[in-house]
């Protein structure tokens, strides 16, 4: 069997697969399953052709990694290491990345609907704060005078592969339109505040190039407008993280270095057109693009129901992997000790959680498989571990990078007794069940 095209750092020896040199099935054997695996080699390569397709042409230019996508502190090392910023959006994440060495303005904390407690961590913890809202200046104020504040806004549109991840344009939660951005940036230089940025993000995976320059234009008009109103210079200006990577055979690569000449030719032509707003950064945050294919979900199969419909069942579901239940999303799904066997079942690829929606995979051509098998779930590096939850009680699985050549436990998966002791029955209650 070929390996599909979206496949980066692998390889089929003999029937099976290889990640970065090592066979799967040692390795699932070794920390058993599911469990996520990363190779960190292709971090770092990712990391690097996307910061120089902007670094080579623009010097002010950085890339905050989006840590929602992967908040491992294996992951968010490595891509300090690189040179990296970190984009957080909770305290959590913020303490995540110190952890990991990043520090004060390195981060950029994009909170929405922040509570006053968020909003004190954030500006307490040196990071460049991005409101959501006008009105929160005031309640952030309360804690301190920021030197940099930045505002997120809703250019008014907004892309992505599904639905759920349009950001931004008329139904979006996230931002202000322009008026009230004006408003805001009004309040703030006049609360004292002297260093200001400028933020949006529209959508997530997009795989259209000419997307990113349509929307960089759209917020230097705004930035634009601002800058000229009210006589504010930008130390930076944020388009976002959105770019997309191919999890099927029919998607194309983004073209990163067209993408980054397109976007730099029109953030440089609005900041010489409103002849206003200084000379600012270039930030972008990509969560996906970085890591996405450098990480993969390993399940061991282990039921096979065959009949009207077949349907293969795994040790990994919506509680490991979430994103094909919420937004019918598409991963490949390879059987890695099988990888020459002919495909001749037509077969659903799903977990062991009492939903429906627990199905990771429709329909999908697969070889005849038996319990003990292992399935390698791809392109799980971004939003995989970090959207899992413990639902139907199933203990979160471990995380596993490897690293010249070596495999290392970066997390342990969790134990059941893990979350009973963070339970206890009142005792009125236990004495009512005697
Ligand atoms: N910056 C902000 C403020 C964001 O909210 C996000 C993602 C990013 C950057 C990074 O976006 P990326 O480069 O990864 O597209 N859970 C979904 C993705 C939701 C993205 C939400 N925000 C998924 O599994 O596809």
Redesign the pocket.
């Known amino acids: 069997m070929l390996l599909p095209k979206t496949a980066a750092c692998t390889e089929n020896v003999n029937g099976e697969l290889y990640i970065d040199g090592l066979a799967v099935t040692g390795i699932a054997k070794e920390y058993g399953t599911p469990l996520y695996l990363y190779s960190a080699n292709r971090i770092r390569e990712n990391y690097r052709r996307m910061h120089s397709a902007f670094r080579r042409l623009r010097k002010k230019f950085r890339l905050n990694f989006?840590v929602?996508?992967n908040s491992n502190l294996t992951t968010l090392s490595i891509l300090r290491t690189e040179g990296s910023g970190a984009?957080c959006?909770s305290p959590a994440e913020i303490m995540l990345a110190k952890t990991a060495g990043f520090e004060g303005e390195q981060i950029i904390y994009?909170g929405n609907y922040s509570s006053d407690r968020e909003l004190e961590y954030g500006f307490k913890s040196g990071a460049i704060v991005n409101l959501d809202d006008g009105p929160l200046l005031e309640r952030l104020l309360r804690f301190g005078r920021p030197d940099v504040v930045s505002f997120r806004v809703n250019p008014g549109v907004g892309r992505g592969k599904?639905k759920?991840?349009v950001?931004a344009g008329p139904e979006a939660k996230f931002g202000m339109v322009e008026e009230d951005a004006v408003r805001a940036y009004g309040f703030a230089k006049k609360s004292g505040i002297g260093r200001f940025g400028l933020h949006m993000?529209s959508g997530?995976?997009v795989l259209d190039p000419e997307y990113f320059p349509a929307i960089t234009d759209r917020l230097m008009a705004i930035a634009g407008r601002i800058s000229r109103e009210l006589g504010i210079e930008f130390d930076f200006i944020d388009i976002?993280?959105?770019?997309g990577v191919p999890y099927q055979e029919e998607e194309d690569e983004l073209p990163v270095e067209e993408v980054a000449e397109m976007v730099v030719g029109r953030f440089e032509d609005g900041i010489a057109s409103a002849g206003t707003m200084g000379d600012p950064q270039l930030f972008i945050?990509?969560?996906?693009?970085i890591v996405c294919d450098a990480g993969f979900l390993l399940a061991t199969v282990t039921h096979v129901k065959k009949g009207e419909r077949n349907f293969i069942g795994c040790d990994a579901g919506m509680n490991t992997l979430l994103?094909p239940a919420?937004?019918g999303?598409y991963h490949e799904i390879l059987p890695a000790n099988r990888m020459n066997d002919a495909r001749e079942m037509t077969a659903s690829v799903t977990g062991q959680i009492c939903e429906n929606t627990d199905m990771m995979g429709k329909d999908r051509k697969m070889p005849e498989l038996e319990p003990g098998d292992l399935l390698a779930f791809m392109d799980c590096g971004?939003?995989g571990y970090s959207?899992a939850s413990n639902y139907n009680s199933r203990p979160l699985p471990a995380e596993v990078f490897i690293i010249d050549g070596k495999t290392y436990l970066a997390r342990e998966s969790e134990t059941v007794p893990d979350f009973l002791k963070r339970q206890t029955v009142p005792p009125v209650v236990r004495k009512g069940a005697e």
């Open positions: 989006a929602k996508a984009d959006s994009s599904y759920g991840l950001t993000m997530s995976n976002g993280g959105g770019f945050e990509p969560g996906r693009y994103r919420l937004y999303a971004a939003y959207m």
